[in-house]
């Protein structure tokens, strides 16, 4: 995300251009782990009873369980049997898979029904909206790594609409891998891989208040903290530009007091002192505390919510 620093008599401000992203307070603990996600994507696949469209391709797609759980006011066909006290219903099914496994997960606002002024439907640029109204929407050219449990949109025809999601499984630094609903000849539950670069890839969404856990221990004077977005590093704060700071979980080591950084009424005075992710030099750079995931105003906290020690 880019910073603009604007100069006004005495004061300088650094702030972010307006309208680029929503800020949304995210609970202060994880009440599920991105594995747990991961897990429920896992057992849908496997559950042969269930992962796969049922019937001929109707008029808003094929019989299917997950349609069925949540929107029973659409088509029912003879083709459409019941599993588990479920009619399936007859419509294309991959937000209605995704939307199952966060909510059976228990993702925060994944279960509030679209009737009931839920952001997730059975639409698969939903999900987009859910990380752009709770701040956890990471587009593909930002640079964001994708996590286990992230909801990942697609656009197959290049032409601006998303017409697919899935549940992200895994990354590395090539490759995404992905668990979703109503993918492919016949329509199934299927596990699947993309390049991290396909410009078919619009972006990510990650699920509110779910933190990603390092795969390793952090060392003494190591704080974790979760940033929604790619930061710009600074040699001060507010100062030359170094690099950046990738969006994801990462370390810091202290913060001080520097410029603000503010979008609407989302600010913060606090910088980080930090290794970046690309640029030079990269050791004991400074990104603002704006960028943290979890906290509001001013603040400045780990994942654990304990303060980060001044530098």
């Known amino acids: 995300m880019a910073l603009r620093q604007l100069i006004s008599g005495a004061a300088t401000a650094l702030v972010v251009a307006a309208g680029l992203v929503t800020i949304a307070a995210a609970p202060a603990s994880a009440a599920v782990t991105r594995a747990q996600i991961v897990s429920v994507a896992q057992t849908e696949l496997n559950n042969a009873s269930r992962n796969y469209g049922a ?24 083709a459409c049997p019941t599993t588990d006290g479920v009619r399936w219903r007859e419509s294309d099914w991959c937000a209605d898979f995704a939307k199952y496994v966060w909510k059976n997960a228990g993702v925060t606002y994944a279960n509030i029904a679209e009737g009931s002024g839920g952001v997730l439907t059975g639409v698969a640029s939903s999900f987009k909206d859910y990380g752009t109204t709770y701040g956890t929407w990471h587009t593909r050219s930002s640079g964001y790594t994708p996590q286990p449990g992230d909801a990942v949109v697609f656009d197959w025809e290049g032409d601006g609409v998303i017409n697919h999601v899935g549940i992200v499984s895994s990354a590395n630094a090539s490759t995404v891998f992905t668990i979703e609903g109503n993918s492919g000849t016949p329509s199934m539950t299927r596990a699947r891989s993309y390049t991290r670069s396909s410009a078919s890839i619009v972006g990510y969404s990650a699920p509110v208040g779910v933190g990603s856990t390092p795969t390793q221990p952090p060392a003494p004077g190591k704080y974790w903290v979760d940033t929604f977005a790619a930061a710009a590093g600074y040699s001060t704060p507010g100062g030359t530009r170094t690099g950046t700071l990738n969006a994801g979980t990462n370390y810091v080591y202290c913060k001080v007091w520097g410029p603000i950084v503010q979008v609407s009424g989302a600010y913060n005075h606090w910088w980080l002192r930090t290794d970046l992710d690309s640029g030079s030099p990269w050791q004991n750079q400074y990104v603002s505390a704006y960028y943290l995931s979890r906290w509001g105003n001013d603040e400045a906290k780990d994942n654990s919510g304990v303060v980060i020690p001044d530098c």
């Open 55 to 78: 019937g001929p391709q109707g008029q808003w797609g094929v019989c299917n369980y997950y349609t069925g759980y949540f929107r029973t006011w659409k088509p029912a066909t003879a």
